[in-house]
Every structure is written in structure tokens, then in C-alpha cells.
């Protein structure tokens, strides 16, 4: 097994780097403090390709892979993690139209995700009465001719108000449980979509995460992505990619906080002797190692053609876990100074939390994990 980076990776992790050196961390605390979205910087990355790293140059993305992808959300992540998150849906939601959208999908939408022209992707699934439990959804979709007629509500939608395209998932048999979700493609300018509340978080807070309603909106036929019924499979596939993309982003703000806290402990006359210190930076340093292992092990899986969903579920919990656990240690070395909100790791600690929670939670990765370990025994 060879643990080295190949060339091209190098020199897209380079690439990455300095994107988000030049135009991510300059912005990040700023933004974070205005809760501004990031529109200029989602405009360099569409032009650097970073929008469609999964989908292949032949379908109209940049056909970097999921390796690629991993890399790039570490060090975007790394310098602002709001915008980060901006990018891994929007890369999610054009891997799932690639593997199951039709031919016309994919040439009306995929182009306008790669170039720019639409800011972001948005995935709904998630509804105030169905979260963990997504095939408990309300949603629905009722066929009337060559139309989809959508109803419901979505919450916690990451661009929901910013996308040019957001994948929605509602019941075309509401009797049929998850069998019965289909998916769909609504643009924000169809008649009955509108955008509720804004959510006050407590971290990423550049990224903009809404509720979204659907009254009696109107989806052509071709708008439906893969076949009646599929759409669980569809958002599940969805989530294994986007749990890599997650993982890949705790690892990013992990890395952050424990060079937050070797940069203070730098400074710091005589806390780099404390053994207590050194403690927590070789827990830090060896917990984020193991995690970005993790994420690229997945990540590489991927791009085989593998099935991955363990190994993705490992990464995600593990990773986000470990950059919790690292953002706190990094608050206890840096002492009282770290509540300060002009302390990067004060933002650090905030930002990370949400990623045990989306894309499923640890807890939900943990079921994951025990039903393939069970079904691989039997």
C-alpha cells in the first residue's frame, strides 16, 4: 500500500492550498462575524474547478475524483469552514446528478454548477419531523400529466436560498415507506418555492443554512432524477460521498486548531515544557493523523469503484469526533485567552461541532457501521 501522493494529487493539494491561503482565510473570521455569505469566494473556486471535482470532464466537471476531493476540503476547511461546507454539497449534489440523472439533467445542470452561474447546490432531505430517520419524510410529489405537483417543508437546508439547483427528495407513494421517495431537481424560480427562516448558528455561520417550502410547485417529469421510488437510495448514495466530504472537513478544522495551538504555545514562554500541553498536542497531532487516514481511505475506495459505505461512516465519525476533541484541547492550551472571540480557536471549537451532526450524525454512523460489521459475519 503506498501512502504517497502521485503526482497530480500534489499539485491539486498545492493548488488547493493556495486558493484557500489567498482567498478563504483572509475573509474567514470577518465573514463569520457578519454571518456574510461567501459569494466571492465561491466564485474562485468555480473558477479553479473545485465545484464539480467528482463529476468527469466528459460530463461537463473538472473529473478530479474523490482523493482529489478529500484533499481540497481539508485545505479549504483548514483556512474557512462555512465555505468549505458551501463546497462539499455543492459537489454532492453534482455527484448524484451525474450517477443518476438523465442526459438532460446532467447537460442543463452540471455546466452551471462547474462554471459559476449557479452559487451553489442545495440537498433537501432533511424535515422538521424526519432528520435521522429521512424515510419518515412528509414531502410529497403527486404526478398530474407531464408535471410533478411538490408539497412540504425542508429544514436545515446548507444554500437553500443561494443554490440554482437543489435536489429534493418527497413521496411518490406515501403508503410505501422509503420505497416510495422519488428525487427531484426544483429551481429556486419555480412558482410556489420560497425561502423561511434563516437559522442562527452557532458555528459556520458565512454559510447560509434555511428552511425551504413547497406549495403546489410544479416539476416537469424530466426533473426527476432516476426512476419513481429510488429517490432514498439516491440521497443515501449521496450521503456516502458527502460523509467523506465531511470527514474531510473535520480533519481541515482540526488541523487548524492544533496550529493554533502550537503558534500559542510558540509564543508562550515556558508552556511548551508542560508536559499536560505536550500531552494534548500528541493526542491532537496522532487522533487527526489516524482521522485523515481514514477519510482517504474512503476517499480512494471511491474512486475504485468500491463499495464504501463503512469505511465512509468510519471516516465521518471518527474524524469529526477526533477535531471536536482537538478544538477542545487546543481551548485548554490556550488557556482563558481562547474565549475571545479574536481567537481563531474560539471559532475552531464553534465551527466544528456541527460536523458530528450533518450528513448523519455519529450516532447514525455508528448503526451504519454495526449493520454492515453484523452483515459481513453472516
Same mark, same amino acid.
Given at each position: 500500500?503506498?501512502?504517497?501522493?502521485?503526482?497530480?494529487?500534489?499539485?491539486?493539494?498545492?493548488l488547493?492550498?493556495?486558493?484557500?491561503?489567498?482567498?478563504l482565510?483572509?475573509?474567514?473570521?470577518a465573514?463569520?462575524?457578519?454571518?456574510?455569505?461567501?459569494?466571492?469566494?465561491?466564485?474562485?473556486l468555480?473558477?479553479?474547478?473545485?465545484?464539480?471535482?467528482?463529476?468527469p470532464?466528459?460530463?461537463g466537471?473538472s473529473?478530479?475524483?474523490?482523493?482529489?476531493?478529500?484533499?481540497?476540503?481539508?485545505e479549504?476547511?483548514?483556512?474557512?469552514?462555512?465555505t468549505s461546507?458551501t463546497?462539499?454539497?455543492?459537489?454532492?449534489?453534482?455527484?448524484?446528478?451525474?450517477?443518476w440523472?438523465?442526459?438532460?439533467?446532467?447537460?442543463?445542470?452540471?455546466?452551471?454548477?462547474h462554471?459559476?452561474r449557479f452559487t451553489?447546490?442545495?440537498f433537501?432531505?432533511?424535515?422538521?419531523?424526519?432528520?435521522?430517520?429521512a424515510?419518515?419524510?412528509?414531502?410529497?410529489?403527486v404526478?398530474?400529466?407531464?408535471r410533478?405537483?411538490?408539497?412540504?417543508?425542508?429544514?436545515?437546508?446548507?444554500?437553500?436560498?443561494?443554490?440554482?439547483?437543489?435536489l429534493?427528495?418527497?413521496?411518490?407513494?406515501?403508503?410505501a415507506?422509503?420505497k416510495?421517495?422519488?428525487?427531484?431537481?426544483?429551481?429556486?424560480?419555480?412558482a410556489?418555492?420560497?425561502?423561511?427562516?434563516?437559522e442562527?448558528?452557532?458555528?459556520?455561520?458565512?454559510?447560509?443554512?434555511?428552511?425551504?417550502?413547497?406549495?403546489?410547485?410544479?416539476?416537469?417529469?424530466?426533473?426527476?432524477?432516476?426512476?419513481?421510488?429510488?429517490?432514498?437510495?439516491i440521497?443515501?448514495?449521496?450521503?456516502?460521498?458527502?460523509r467523506i466530504?465531511?470527514?474531510a472537513q473535520?480533519?481541515?478544522i482540526?488541523?487548524?486548531?492544533?496550529?493554533?495551538?502550537?503558534?500559542?504555545?510558540?509564543?508562550?514562554?515556558? !508552556?511548551a515544557?508542560?508536559?499536560?500541553?505536550? $500531552?494534548?498536542? =500528541?493526542? %491532537?497531532? /496522532?487522533?487527526?493523523? &489516524?482521522? *485523515?487516514l481514514l477519510?482517504?481511505?474512503?476517499?480512494?475506495?471511491?474512486? !475504485?469503484?468500491?463499495?464504501?459505505?463503512?469505511q $465512509?461512516?468510519? =471516516?465521518? %465519525?471518527? /474524524?469529526?469526533?477526533? &477535531?471536536? *476533541?482537538?478544538?477542545?484541547?487546543?481551548?485548554?492550551?490556550?488557556g482563558?485567552?481562547?474565549?475571545?472571540?479574536r481567537?481563531?480557536?474560539?471559532?475552531?471549537?464553534?465551527?466544528?461541532?456541527?460536523?458530528?451532526?450533518?450528513?448523519?450524525?455519529?450516532?447514525?454512523?455508528?448503526?451504519?457501521?454495526a449493520?454492515?460489521?453484523?452483515?459481513?459475519?453472516?
Open positions: 500500500m503506498d501512502f504517497a501522493l502521485d503526482a497530480p494529487h500534489e499539485q491539486l493539494r498545492t488547493a492550498r493556495r486558493v484557500a491561503a489567498e482567498a482565510a483572509p475573509r474567514a473570521a465573514y463569520d462575524r457578519e454571518q456574510r455569505f461567501p459569494l466571492e469566494q465561491m466564485a474562485a468555480a473558477e479553479r474547478g473545485f465545484l464539480t471535482m467528482l463529476v470532464k466528459v460530463a466537471g473529473g478530479h475524483g474523490s482523493v482529489a476531493y478529500a484533499l481540497a476540503m481539508m479549504m476547511a483548514e483556512a474557512c469552514a462555512a461546507v463546497m462539499a454539497v455543492t459537489n454532492m449534489v453534482g455527484d448524484a446528478i451525474r450517477a440523472g438523465s442526459d438532460y439533467l446532467q447537460n442543463k445542470y452540471i455546466p452551471s454548477l462554471d459559476g451553489a447546490g442545495a433537501a432531505l432533511s424535515e422538521p419531523g424526519a432528520g435521522s430517520d424515510s419518515s419524510l412528509k414531502a410529497t410529489a404526478r398530474k400529466g407531464d410533478y405537483v411538490l408539497n412540504g417543508n425542508k429544514c436545515w437546508i446548507t444554500s437553500g436560498d443561494r443554490a440554482g439547483v437543489i429534493v427528495m418527497a413521496k411518490t407513494d406515501p403508503a415507506g422509503s416510495g421517495i422519488s428525487a427531484f431537481l426544483v429551481e429556486p424560480e419555480m410556489g418555492f420560497s425561502v423561511g427562516r434563516h442562527e448558528k452557532m458555528g459556520i455561520r458565512a454559510s447560509s443554512t434555511v428552511t425551504i417550502n413547497l406549495e403546489d410547485v410544479e416539476v416537469p417529469v424530466e426533473n426527476r432524477v432516476g426512476d419513481e421510488g429510488v429517490g432514498f437510495k440521497a443515501m448514495r449521496a450521503l456516502d460521498g458527502g466530504g465531511i470527514g473535520a480533519v481541515g482540526g488541523r487548524a486548531a492544533l496550529k493554533a495551538a502550537v503558534e500559542y504555545v510558540g509564543t508562550t514562554p515556558g !508552556r515544557d508542560r508536559a499536560s500541553v505536550r $500531552a494534548r498536542l =500528541a493526542e %491532537m497531532s /496522532a487522533e487527526l493523523e &489516524a482521522a *485523515r477519510v482517504m481511505r474512503a476517499a480512494d475506495m471511491k474512486d !475504485r469503484g468500491i463499495p464504501f459505505t463503512k $465512509a461512516s468510519m =471516516a465521518k %465519525m471518527f /474524524a469529526t469526533e477526533a &477535531a471536536n *476533541r482537538a478544538t477542545h484541547r487546543a481551548l485548554e492550551i490556550v482563558p485567552d481562547a474565549v475571545d472571540a481567537q481563531a480557536v474560539e471559532r475552531f471549537f464553534r465551527d466544528v461541532r456541527v460536523t458530528m451532526i450533518y450528513e448523519g450524525t455519529s450516532e447514525v454512523q455508528r448503526v451504519v457501521i449493520r454492515q460489521v453484523l452483515a459481513e459475519v453472516q
